[in-house]
C-alpha cells in the first residue's frame, strides 16, 4: 500500500512540472505537452484518493479525464496545425493577434 | 547466471539512456563507444549463459511486479529457453557487429546521438521481446522495436521521401500489432493469464483441436506476425525501408526485427497446432510471400530493394517451414539467414557508400572500383543466399526447408512454390552480382575499407559458411546437432521416404546452378535492352502499392477532402450556403420594400425631429462637459487596463496560476 502523501507529492511534482513547462516553453507543441503532465498530475491525484478511500470512482474519474484528454488533443493539436497554416508559425510570441493595438495616443 | 539475465537487454537500454541524457557531455566519438560497449556488454553476458548451465535447463528471472490488478499480476520476468538462447545469440551478435560497421559508416552525419540512442534502444527491445515470459512484457518489446524501426528508417527525415516510408511502415505494422494485441487480449479473456508457459499449457488443456477459439486467437497472431515479418498481404512497407541507413537495414530489416514474427509463432506453436487451418494458412502465406519476393526482386534496379525483396521472400520460406511444423528448420533458417543476409547488406552498403550514394545497380556497375572486400563477401552472402551446394549455410537451411514440406498437407504444391523460389533466388542474387562488380566499371579496386567496416564482414562472411554445417541434411551420414539440441522444446520435423527426400535434394543442389545460368542469359538480354515481360509489374512488387493506394488511401482522402471542403469556399457552399442566401436575399427585398421605403422611413423622419429638438432644448454645454469627463476616466482607465492585453500566451498562463495560487492561499489558510 503506497502512503496516500507519496502519489500525492508525486502528483503535484507532475502538475508543476508542467505547469512550468507550460509557462517557460514558447513552441505551441511543447506548452501542450505541458498540459497533458499537468493532466496526468490531475489523474493521479484521482486515482490516489479512490485508492486512499477505497472507492473505485477515481479510476473511474481517471478512464473519463482519458477520454477527455483524448478529445482535448485532437482539437489542440488541429488548432496548432491551423496557427501554422495561417500564420507559419509556431511559437507563442509571434502570434499576439489578441494584443490591444489601438493607438492610446491618438483616440 | 539466472539472477544475471536482466542485463541482457538492460545493457543496451543503459547505453541508450546514457546517450540520451549524457550525450550532449560526450564527444561524437565516445557517442559510438558508449553504444558500442553497451551492446559489447549484452552479447558477453550471452556468451556467459552459454558456457554456464543456461544450455542445460531454462533459466528465469523475475525483476518485479509490473502492474497489479487484483488477481492478475503481470510479472517484469525473463525466461531463457533453447529457442530464446538461440534468438539471443543472433540479435546480440549480430547487433555487435553492426554496432562496429556503424563507426565508420556514420563517422561523417550529424546526429549521431539520435542514430546510437535509437540503435540501442531496438537492440534493448528485441532482447526484451526475446527474453520476455509474459504476452505484455513481448508486447512492449514488439512496440518498441517498432518504434526504433520508424525512427531509424526516417533518420533522414529532412528528406520527404525517408520520412515518409518510416510512417509507412509504422502505419503498415501497425495493422499487423493491433491484430496481435487483440488476439493477447483474447487468450487474456480465456484464461486470465499472460504467462507465456502457463497459456500454452491451460491451451493445449482446455482448447480441443481445431476449436473456434483457438482458430481465431493463432489467426490474430499470426496477423501481428505477418505486419512484422513483410509477409503477404502487409509487406508493402519492407521495400521502402531501405530508405534509412544501410547497417539498419542490416540489423533490423533483415537479420532481427522482421524475424520476430517467425520467433512469435515458433514461440506459441503450441496454439498454432491447436488450430490446423491456421498452420496451413502460414505454409500457404509462406509458399506465396516466397515467390512473390524472389520474382519481385529479379526486376529490381535499386540494388537495397533487391535485397529487401529477398529478405521478404527468405522470411517466406522460414514462414513456409513454421506452417509445416518444423520448428526447428525455421529457427536454423532464421539463424543463417540473419548471417547471410546481414552481410549482403553491410556489403551492399559499403559499395554503395564508397560510390558516392549511388543505388542504382546499372550505375554501380559502370563505376565500378568496388571494395574488393566488399565483393568477396557479398559474393559469400549471394552464395549462401542462393544456397550453392555443400559448401554454403544457405544449402543446408533451406534444402530441410524444401525437403520438410513435402510431407505437409499439400505438400507437393508448396513444394513447388518453394522450389519455383529459391531458382529465382538464384536467379535475381547472381544478376545483381554479375550487373555490380562486373559492369563495364574497372575491377581493379583502389579503395580499401576501414577496419571496423571490414572486419564485421568477415565474421559474418565465415559464419555464412560454417553456420550450415550444424545440420546436415535428413538422411545424410554426419551431425545433427541442431534438431536434437532443439529437440526438448520443439518437435523434430517429419521428412518424406528417404528415397524422396534424396530426390528432392538432388533437385534443390541443381536450382541454385540453373538460376547462375539463367541469371547470366538474363543479363545478355537486358545489356541488348530487352527488358522482361512484365517486367513493369514485377518491379512495382506486384502493383501492390497502386492498388492499396487506390484501395485505401484515396478514399480515406477523399473522405477527408470532402470533411475539409466545409471550411473551404467549394463544397459546403456550394449544398447549403447558396440555396440560402438566394432565400434570404428574395426574403430581405420583400421587407425591404414593404417596411423600409413604408413605415420606416416615415418613423426615421419623426425621430429626427424629435432629436433636433431636445438638441435644441437641452443645455448643450452641461451635456458636452459631461461627456467628455466620461470618456477622459474611461480612456484612462483603459489605457491601464490595456497593458494586460499583450497578446502573449505565457503571460497570461502566468497571470492566471498566480491568480490560482492566489485563491487557493487565501481559502486554505
Redesign the interface.
Known amino acids: 500500500m503506497i502512503p496516500l502523501s507519496h502519489s500525492l507529492i508525486i502528483a503535484a511534482l507532475l502538475f508543476v512540472l508542467g505547469l512550468a513547462v507550460v509557462l517557460l516553453r514558447r513552441e505551441l507543441l511543447f506548452i501542450l505537452i505541458g498540459l497533458e503532465v499537468m493532466l496526468n498530475g490531475v489523474a493521479l491525484t484521482a486515482i490516489a484518493a479512490g485508492q486512499y478511500w477505497g472507492n473505485a470512482d477515481g479510476q473511474v474519474l481517471v478512464i473519463m479525464l482519458l477520454t477527455v484528454t483524448a478529445a482535448e488533443v485532437v482539437v489542440a493539436l488541429i488548432l496548432v496545425w491551423l496557427a501554422f497554416d495561417h500564420y507559419k508559425a509556431v511559437r507563442v510570441e509571434t502570434l499576439t493577434h489578441l494584443r490591444d493595438d489601438t493607438d492610446r495616443s491618438t483616440s | 547466471m539466472s539472477q544475471w539475465l536482466w542485463l541482457i537487454p538492460g545493457t543496451p537500454l543503459l547505453g541508450s539512456l546514457i546517450i540520451l541524457f549524457l550525450g550532449s557531455l560526450l564527444r561524437r566519438k565516445h557517442l559510438a563507444m558508449v553504444a558500442c560497449c553497451a551492446s559489447a556488454a549484452a552479447f558477453l553476458v550471452v556468451v556467459l549463459a552459454w558456457l554456464t548451465e543456461a544450455t542445460s535447463q531454462p533459466l528465469q528471472q523475475t525483476l518485479y511486479t509490473w502492474v497489479a490488478v487484483g488477481e492478475w499480476r503481470p510479472m517484469f520476468g525473463f525466461t531463457l529457453d533453447r529457442l530464446a538462447l538461440v534468438m539471443v545469440s543472433i540479435v546480440s551478435s549480430v547487433g555487435l557487429l553492426v554496432h562496429l560497421y556503424s563507426v565508420p559508416f556514420m563517422a561523417e552525419e550529424a546526429d549521431q546521438r539520435r542514430y546510437y540512442f535509437f540503435l540501442n534502444l531496438f537492440l534493448a527491445g528485441m532482447l526484451l521481446l526475446v527474453l520476455a515470459d509474459n504476452l505484455l512484457l513481448l508486447y512492449l518489446g514488439w512496440e518498441l522495436v517498432g518504434l526504433c524501426s520508424y525512427a531509424l528508417i526516417g533518420f533522414w527525415y529532412r528528406d520527404p521521401p525517408c520520412s515518409n516510408a518510416g510512417r509507412k511502415a509504422f502505419i503498415v505494422t501497425r495493422i499487423g500489432d493491433t491484430a496481435l494485441a487483440l488476439g493477447i487480449f483474447l487468450l487474456f479473456s480465456q484464461f486470465h493469464e499472460l504467462s507465456l508457459s502457463a497459456l500454452l499449457t491451460n491451451a493445449t488443456t482446455q482448447w480441443e483441436k481445431g476449436s473456434t477459439l483457438a482458430t481465431l486467437a493463432t489467426l490474430l497472431i499470426l496477423g501481428g506476425a505477418v505486419g512484422k515479418s513483410a509477409q503477404l498481404p502487409l509487406q508493402v512497407w519492407l521495400p521502402d525501408a531501405m530508405l534509412g541507413p544501410s547497417p539498419v537495414s542490416a540489423l533490423i530489416h533483415a537479420a532481427t526485427m522482421v524475424t520476430a514474427g517467425v520467433y512469435l509463432i515458433a514461440r506459441t506453436h503450441p496454439l498454432f497446432e491447436l488450430a490446423p487451418h491456421t498452420q496451413w494458412l502460414v505454409a500457404a502465406i509462406g509458399a506465396l510471400t516466397i515467390v512473390y519476393g524472389a520474382s519481385a526482386a529479379v526486376a529490381q534496379s535499386d540494388f537495397k530493394k533487391v535485397l529487401a525483396y529477398s529478405t521478404i521472400s527468405q522470411i517466406g520460406y522460414m514462414f513456409l517451414a513454421l506452417g509445416c511444423g518444423a520448428y526447428a528448420i525455421a529457427l536454423f533458417h532464421l539463424t543463417t539467414h540473419a548471417f547471410f543476409k546481414a552481410l549482403l547488406f553491410l556489403s551492399a552498403g559499403a559499395v554503395i557508400r564508397a560510390s558516392g550514394d549511388e543505388h542504382d545497380i546499372n550505375s554501380l556497375g559502370k563505376i565500378g572500383n568496388h571494395p574488393s572486400i566488399a565483393r568477396w563477401t557479398f559474393l559469400i552472402g549471394a552464395a549462401s543466399l542462393a544456397g550453392v551446394p555443400f559448401i554454403t549455410a544457405g544449402f543446408y537451411s533451406k534444402d530441410a526447408i524444401l525437403v520438410t514440406a513435402w510431407s505437409a498437407p499439400t505438400g507437393p504444391l508448396l513444394w513447388i512454390f518453394a522450389a519455383f523460389g529459391a531458382l529465382l533466388t538464384a536467379i535475381y542474387i547472381f544478376r545483381v552480382y554479375f550487373l555490380v562488380f562486373h559492369g563495364s566499371g574497372p575491377r581493379t579496386s583502389t579503395i580499401s575499407l576501414p577496419y571496423f567496416m571490414s572486419l564485421p564482414l568477415l565474421i559474418l562472411a565465415l559464419l555464412s559458411i560454417v553456420s550450415g554445417f550444424i545440420e546436415l541434411p535428413e538422411g545424410w551420414p554426419g551431425p545433427h546437432l541442431w534438431s536434437l539440441w532443439l529437440a526438448d522444446e520443439l518437435a523434430v520435423a517429419t521428412f518424406p521416404p528417404l528415397t524422396i527426400t534424396y530426390t528432392l535434394q538432388f533437385i534443390t543442389a541443381l536450382l541454385p546452378l540453373a538460376g547462375f545460368s539463367l541469371a547470366l542469359w538474363l543479363i545478355q538480354r537486358e545489356q541488348a535492352y530487352q527488358s522482361l515481360p512484365l517486367a513493369n509489374f514485377l518491379r512495382s512488387g506486384w502493383g501492390f502499392d497502386a492498388f492499396y493506394y487506390a484501395m485505401l488511401v484515396r478514399p480515406y482522402l477523399a473522405l477527408a477532402r470532402i470533411l475539409q471542403a466545409g471550411e473551404s469556399k467549394e463544397g459546403i457552399t456550394y449544398i447549403v450556403v447558396r440555396p440560402y442566401r438566394a432565400l434570404a436575399r428574395g426574403v430581405s427585398d420583400a421587407v425591404e420594400t414593404l417596411l423600409i421605403e413604408g413605415a420606416l422611413t416615415r418613423i426615421t423622419r419623426g425621430f429626427l425631429a424629435f432629436a433636433t429638438f431636445c438638441r435644441k432644448g437641452v443645455e448643450y454645454k452641461m451635456l458636452e462637459a459631461g461627456i467628455t469627463s466620461l470618456v477622459a476616466a474611461l480612456?484612462f482607465s483603459?489605457?491601464i487596463l490595456?497593458t494586460t492585453?499583450?497578446?502573449?500566451?505565457?503571460r497570461y498562463?502566468?497571470v492566471i496560476?498566480t491568480g490560482a495560487v492566489f485563491f487557493l492561499g487565501y481559502w486554505l489558510w
Open positions: 480612456r483603459y489605457t490595456s492585453q499583450n497578446g502573449f500566451l505565457s498562463a502566468l496560476s
